[in-house]
């Protein structure tokens, strides 16, 4: 028999009955019934329940025995009785008498229980990772990762893309996110970055003659967390075609999405084609440019019927630059009153104004907004958004980017509080048309508004003859549920339409030569048109794993502060390593009291 198992502790069934088995595992739960002693054995695969008789050899060390310990016990598999079996184990239909047990490895005290769904504080959790992963939950999903990835290295490779590996030591990029720099040791003074994507790789694989590449690549970017994205590093599903359109990355990448989101979710699953979204359409919709389309609710611009009326606040606003947005509210009217009020103090919780309602009753309008509108203007905004005879709409009035902003939150809100959002269903999305171009407030010119290297629609052309701020661009993000999965373009290949784009962004042809080089003179000796994207593996792990935050489904995850309590990175080096790598250190200025 093998040292330590002859099955798993997810294996054993009543076939199994009458056999001596040895298995190995954690002691995930104890229960002393007087003359029994029953320990529930964990290893990755499942749970065996193990029992100790009072006159075996073994039943005072397995009293002692503690949590979380490890141990090898060999016995005899026996069935249940039948008011005894456990439907929800694989294993449930047995039971192990032990015959023989060792200890391999003891347990000490618990800074935080395995078994069981209780709580504990983030620091706790990361500092002893190695036993929150024990915990099902967080275990399964670790699985679940693993299996996601291998699910999608399967279709990639069956639609004949070829795995790389692009370099984790490159060039720092004055585009993006801040760089994690690593000191060049051999060359003092210089610095290597870790890439943030491997952008300008993968393109230039293009470049090199090769066609369809993918790769599960690790990013790198020094930026703060939040629930969907972990500071530090992330991993995508990098992906990049030659001699395609638009239409040919999408058809390559919806059915490697379906495929995965159906093989490890019961839920309802959009069909490809997914439906596609202009940018602009998006932003007057639903608020911003990643939608969750399981909620019903459409935004609609209503200034128009603001402009000029009773309504002082709104017309005053709307004369000084501001725009009005409806934001519809089914059935709300069957609420009271202090769902609008509370709906509003929220808006201004968040930072804003305030959000005006009117609130239908039985077909009669009411509240301020439809007294001081007046009846004809009233009937109007109902008209225009299809109400109800008890439905209820917010408006959101400021400033375009502001209103827009507003709207896009009050959407998500309304239709969390009016139950309108499915948990049943994974809705995919891509948002195209994007502008190539934003005006810079701060800065006071022109910039690039989502990837520089993408190329523009129309081309040379489109920026010789256009208003920067009307140029499109072949880009498009996939959106599921509200949750950007996936950023990507048509990429700009010719040097000349490149250098054309970064000169109405400001950028000098000397500084994108410096800045950009290896790949401007790539595309000067032969770049095929191509194009790709992204997809997110940790966000998609989330979404099938219905978890709220991303650290979830992180073997090893940082806290907010991009910090790794279990290895207690990051730390201080030794004076000899910085003097290595000619570098000093600079203690930041003290707060003053």
């Given amino acids: 028999m093998h040292a330590f198992r002859s099955h798993d502790c997810n294996e054993l069934r009543k076939s199994h009955v009458d056999e001596t088995v040895k298995l190995s595992g954690w002691v995930h739960r104890k229960r002393d019934h007087g003359g029994l002693?029953?320990?529930?054995?964990?290893?990755?695969?499942?749970?065996?329940?193990?029992?100790?008789?009072?006159?075996?050899?073994?039943?005072?060390?397995?009293?002692?025995?503690?949590?979380e310990s490890?141990?090898?016990?060999?016995?005899?598999?026996?069935?249940?009785?039948?008011?005894?079996?456990?439907?929800?184990l694989p294993t449930g239909e047995i039971e192990v008498y032990v015959d023989e047990m060792e200890v391999q490895s003891a347990a000490?005290?618990?800074?935080?229980?395995?078994?069981?769904?209780?709580?504990?504080?983030?620091?706790?959790?990361?500092?002893?990772?190695?036993?929150?992963?024990?915990?099902?939950?967080?275990?399964?999903?670790?699985l679940l990762r693993s299996n996601v990835i291998s699910s999608i290295r399967r279709r990639m490779t069956d639609q004949g893309f070829t795995e790389f590996q692009t370099p984790i030591l490159t060039a720092s990029s004055p585009e993006g996110a801040r760089d994690f720099l690593v000191p060049a040791r051999q060359h003092p003074g210089k610095f290597y970055a870790l890439p943030q994507a491997p952008q300008q790789f993968k393109q230039l694989v293009m470049v090199s003659g090769f066609d369809k590449y993918f790769q599960i690549a690790p990013c790198f970017r020094d930026e703060d967390a939040r629930a969907d994205r972990s500071p530090g590093e992330f991993y995508q599903l990098d992906v990049e075609m030659s001699f395609v359109t638009q239409d040919d990355v999408f058809n390559a990448i919806e059915p490697v999405m379906v495929g995965v989101f159906k093989e490890f979710s019961d839920k309802k699953i959009t069909e490809a084609p997914f439906p596609r979204i202009?940018?602009?359409?998006?932003?007057?919709?639903?608020?911003?440019?990643?939608?969750?389309?399981?909620?019903?609710?459409?935004?609609q611009d209503v200034t128009e019927i603001f402009r000029g009326s009773g309504f002082g606040i709104?017309?005053?606003?709307?004369?000084?630059?501001?725009?009005?947005?409806?934001?519809?509210?089914?059935?709300?009217?069957?609420?009271?009153?202090?769902?609008?009020?509370s709906t509003n103090d929220w808006s201004k919780k968040e930072g804003f104004g305030g959000l005006g309602y009117i609130n239908i009753k039985d077909g009669v309008p009411g509240g301020p907004i439809a007294k001081n509108l007046g009846e004809e203007r009233t009937q109007q905004i109902i008209d225009q958004l299809g109400l109800g005879a008890?439905?209820?709409?917010?408006?959101?009035?400021?400033?375009?980017?502001?209103?827009?902003?507003?709207?896009?939150?009050?959407?998500?809100?309304?239709?969390?509080?009016?139950?309108?959002i499915k948990d049943d269903e994974f809705k995919f999305c891509w948002i195209v048309?994007?502008?190539?171009?934003?005006?810079?407030?701060?800065?006071?010119?022109?910039?690039?508004?989502?990837?520089?290297?993408?190329?523009?629609?129309?081309?040379?052309?489109?920026?010789?003859?256009?208003?920067?701020?009307?140029?499109?661009?072949?880009?498009?993000?996939?959106?599921?549920?509200?949750?950007?999965?996936?950023?990507?373009?048509i990429r700009n290949h010719r040097p000349d339409i490149m250098v054309k784009a970064f000169g109405i962004a400001g950028y000098s042809e000397e500084v994108v030569e410096q800045e950009f080089g290896g790949m401007l003179n790539a595309f000067k000796y032969g770049a095929p048109p191509h194009g790709g994207l992204a997809p997110g593996v940790d966000r998609i792990v989330m979404l099938l794993a219905?978890?709220?935050?991303?650290?979830?489904?992180?073997?090893?995850?940082?806290?907010?502060?991009?910090?790794?309590?279990?290895?207690n990175a990051p730390s201080e080096v030794s004076p000899k390593q910085l003097r290595e790598l000619n570098i000093r250190t600079v203690e930041p200025p003290k707060k003053e009291d």
Avoid: W
């Avoid at 620091?123 to 990772?129: F, M």
């Avoid at 709104?314 to 009020?341: C, Q, Y």
């Avoid at 219905?546 to 290895?567: S, W």
């Fill in 37 to 67: 002693l029953f320990i529930d054995l964990r290893d990755n695969y499942g749970l065996t329940q193990c029992v100790f008789d009072v006159d075996s050899s073994c039943f005072a060390a397995a009293e002692a025995v503690r949590a």
């Fill in 70 to 88: 490890v141990i090898t016990i060999i016995g005899r598999v026996k069935a249940r009785s039948d008011e005894t079996v456990n439907a929800d």
């Fill in 108 to 142: 000490g005290d618990l800074p935080l229980p395995v078994f069981g769904d209780t709580e504990y504080p983030e620091d706790i959790r990361l500092k002893y990772r190695f036993l929150d992963l024990r915990r099902e939950r967080i275990h399964n999903n670790i």
């Fill in 278 to 299: 202009p940018f602009k359409e998006s932003m007057l919709k639903y608020g911003n440019d990643k939608p969750d389309l399981r909620n019903p609710i459409e935004i």
């Fill in 314 to 341: 709104f017309a005053n606003m709307i004369e000084n630059g501001s725009i009005v947005r409806a934001i519809p509210a089914p059935e709300a009217g069957l609420r009271s009153r202090k769902f609008f009020d």
């Fill in 390 to 420: 008890n439905d209820g709409v917010f408006f959101a009035c400021d400033k375009e980017a502001r209103s827009v902003k507003l709207a896009g939150l009050a959407r998500t809100r309304v239709g969390e509080e009016l139950g309108l």
């Fill in 433 to 489: 048309d994007y502008p190539m171009f934003e005006y810079d407030e701060d800065n006071k010119k022109i910039d690039f508004s989502h990837n520089p290297f993408s190329m523009p629609q129309g081309g040379m052309e489109a920026l010789e003859t256009k208003d920067p701020l009307d140029v499109l661009a072949y880009q498009y993000d996939i959106v599921c549920n509200g949750i950007e999965l996936s950023s990507g373009a």
């Fill in 546 to 567: 219905d978890e709220p935050n991303i650290r979830e489904v992180i073997l090893f995850p940082m806290n907010q502060k991009a910090e790794d309590l279990m290895m």
